[in-house]
């Protein structure tokens, strides 16, 4: 059984009354355990308030108002802005772009580089570059730019061990690649990816990088300028936030240059009928009504994960995920897909379990009160590189127990008793 002693543990106890649903029975009596944190992270009660807050207090469009609400709505949104751009250690809060999501980010700047001006235009002549273990987000947006200008798309391939294999970074990343665009942590194999060597590379041949943080920025400090990036896009429902709003951070020169990827209010500075120019970014990239409770909501979800402290959780995760790899392990059949020990790797571990399907393994589980991911996790390319249908995924954040991990185990053996 797990100790409650494990080294760098948070204070579970006090941190789960933050969040009322982890108080929920289901299926007659079965208290939940949530191991689906990759896929959304629930909510505490401190970020719930301020919606609230805000629906019942502020509610109206921001900016183009003069009146009382209108100024509240604005402050709270801006304010928002300035909480992620210190959160993530941001040059400028002029250099954070809210979006709907990761995806939306991810699309925002393959299509700035489809429409954009040399140096940065991405042709029949240049290379985009992505890995075999992206999520969808960071392949389908490449593909279609690829498919829309000629351009031609590499990726780096995956050793057994769930790592990347840059045993050919040179001959992937050449003078003609434009973009190269990575995930931080796999969100399927839990992978932490090496960002300084891809990155040289990518510097040396004068090539932009994206990075996908959506699974490292809920869980370790974030530091934009000391991954020497051009672009960094995560969302807030997998860090306490709400649903709808997403971020990308991108280098003040380049959001100057690259053109807008929406059109519409707000993004303007003037417009006739003929022609209209452009606002300095971030509002450049931010046509229409923007997600402004959204905003304000991961705001809120940014205080609280700073008052925890970010190094504080990623020791508390590396602690949990450390003890899961140990305690999965101990089960007959169980394979890990991906990193088999906890260094080196986020707080996802996807696994197969002997013959049993993936989706069978789920719902079983799930009988049994335990919520876990199962499929592909968007990230088929990945299923197929080891030759799997699918795994199931458990993936744990600030509030998982080692006794969560514990009844894992032993839903995991009821599943085994179960399909004989």
């Known amino acids: 059984m797990a100790r409650q002693g494990l080294p760098g543990l948070l204070d579970t106890e006090a941190i789960r009354k933050d969040f009322p649903i982890l108080d929920r029975q289901i299926h007659d009596g079965k208290k939940l355990v949530y191991l689906d944190n990759a896929a959304t992270s629930q909510t505490p009660r401190q970020v719930l308030d301020v919606l609230n807050e805000y629906y019942e207090q502020h509610n109206a469009n921001v900016h183009r108002g003069v009146h009382v609400l209108a100024e509240e709505a604005t402050a709270l949104y801006e304010g928002a802005r300035d909480k992620v751009a ?7 809060r002029d250099e954070v772009i809210f979006t709907k999501n990761a995806s939306e980010s991810l699309n925002l700047v393959a299509n700035m580089l489809g429409w954009a001006d040399e140096p940065y235009r991405v042709d029949h002549e240049t290379e985009i570059v992505i890995t075999e273990m992206e999520h969808h987000s960071n392949i389908v947006p490449w593909q279609l730019l690829s498919q829309r200008t000629g351009a031609k798309l590499k990726w780096f391939g995956l050793t057994d061990d769930g790592r990347l294999d840059l045993s050919n970074i040179d001959e992937v990343i050449t003078e003609k690649t434009k973009i190269v665009s990575f995930v931080l942590v796999s969100n399927i194999l839990g992978t932490l990816n090496p960002v300084e060597a891809i990155v040289r590379r990518a510097q040396e041949v004068g090539a932009l990088v ?18 020497q990036a051009d672009f960094v896009a995560f969302t807030g429902h997998k860090m306490l936030g709400p649903t709808g709003i997403g971020v990308l951070w991108g280098r003040q020169e380049l959001l100057e240059d690259l053109p ?14 003929h022609s209209s120019t452009y606002a300095p970014a971030p509002h450049k990239f931010e046509a229409g009504t923007p997600p402004v409770s959204q905003a304000v909501g991961l705001g809120a979800a940014v205080d609280y994960l700073s008052a925890i402290g970010m190094d504080k959780i990623a020791a508390h995760e590396h602690a949990i995920t450390e003890y899961a790899v140990k305690r999965l392990l101990e089960v007959p059949d169980l394979k890990i897909i991906g990193p088999s020990t906890a260094e080196d790797r986020g707080a996802a571990i996807s696994f197969t379990l002997g013959d049993i399907h993936p989706h069978d ?30 795994t199931t995924r458990a993936s744990f954040y600030l509030y998982s127990t080692p006794g969560e991990i514990d009844t894992l185990v032993e839903g995991l053996e009821h599943v085994r008793n179960f399909f004989g």
């Open 86 to 92: 210190e959160f993530i250690n941001a040059p400028s």
């Open 210 to 227: 994206l990075i996908d943080a959506s699974q490292a920025a809920p869980h370790m400090p974030l530091d934009v300028q000391a991954l």
């Open 260 to 273: 807008p990827f929406l059109g519409g209010g707000e993004m303007i500075e003037t417009v006739s009928m």
């Open 361 to 390: 393994v789920g719902q079983v589980l799930d009988e049994q009160g335990i919520a876990v991911r199962v499929g592909h996790h968007c990230a088929r390319p990945v299923c197929l590189r080891y030759g799997i249908p699918a």
